[in-house]
């Protein structure tokens, strides 16, 4: 779905964009062909530039959680790093930056694993000039598990390493933001985890999935903050489909 996504990233005027599941393969630009023997699959060989392309005027973080091959048009194998991808337009200062994982550590996988892959988030602390106030916006992948999304042992250590990671980069007065496809269901513990550190969610039971995802089980992203009465606006879009999740957007 990268042209719908990229139409609209171009129209969009967002401060801050935080996108799982992007791709770098260095000297590769297109399409390439990832398989971790439950799925193939056509993805960007390079979804990191082709979305600096796309927002000439944001600054661009990449996170690798891990690596492994893919093949291009021709069949060739290359080397693809996969993480996070935060871009922050040029009038947000970058304040403080820490990167972390909540599953695993960094791995070059020979072949894609189906499952247990690491998982890393990523949170910065930003400002715009004139603010009394920092916005401490933590994003992350979370772990994926085929059995599905309810908790285990795995998904309360993941829970306990957000935390922490909230609590090391945050400073007293800021406004946190937690968001990304953490592959929870609503009644997790990772929700209470959370809010003993200040977090409320603003997502619940609401449907997180677009058409292009046909399983019954309607929960996957989430986002929460410290203080609801900083929110201006919240949506979860249901137009227009930029992926298998909805978007969410929110206006601080």
Not at 51 to 72: I, K, M, Y
């Amino acid at each position: 779905m990268y042209g719908d996504l990229g139409r609209w990233l171009r129209n969009s005027a967002f401060d801050v964009v935080c996108l799982q599941e992007v791709t770098s393969t260095p000297g590769v630009t297109g399409w390439t062909t990832f398989a971790d023997g439950e799925r193939t699959l056509p993805q960007r060989a390079s979804l990191l530039a082709d979305v600096r392309a796309l927002l000439p005027h944001h600054q661009p973080l990449f996170v690798t959680s891990d690596s492994g091959p893919v093949l291009d048009a021709d069949g060739r194998r290359h080397r693809q790093a996969f993480g996070l991808g935060t871009f922050v337009a040029d009038h947000v200062m970058i304040i403080g930056a820490r990167a972390s994982y909540v599953h695993g550590t960094f791995t070059e996988h020979d072949e894609w694993p189906r499952d247990d892959r690491p998982r890393a988030a990523v949170a910065l602390r930003l400002v715009e000039p004139g603010s009394r106030r920092a916005v401490t916006v933590v994003h992350l992948h979370g772990l994926r598990d085929r059995r599905g999304k309810a908790d285990t042992p795995a998904r309360r250590a993941q829970a306990e390493r957000i935390a922490h990671l909230v609590d090391a980069v945050r400073e007293p007065d800021d406004l946190v933001v937690v968001c990304g496809d953490l592959n929870l269901l609503p009644d997790s513990p990772t929700f209470a985890r959370l809010a003993a550190t200040g977090l409320v969610d603003l997502v619940g039971t609401a449907d997180t999935r677009t058409s292009r995802y046909p399983k019954p089980v309607r929960n996957a992203s989430y986002l929460l903050v410290s203080d609801p009465a900083a929110v201006r606006r919240f949506d979860i879009l249901t137009e227009p489909e930029v992926s298998d999740h909805r978007a969410l957007v929110l206006e601080v």
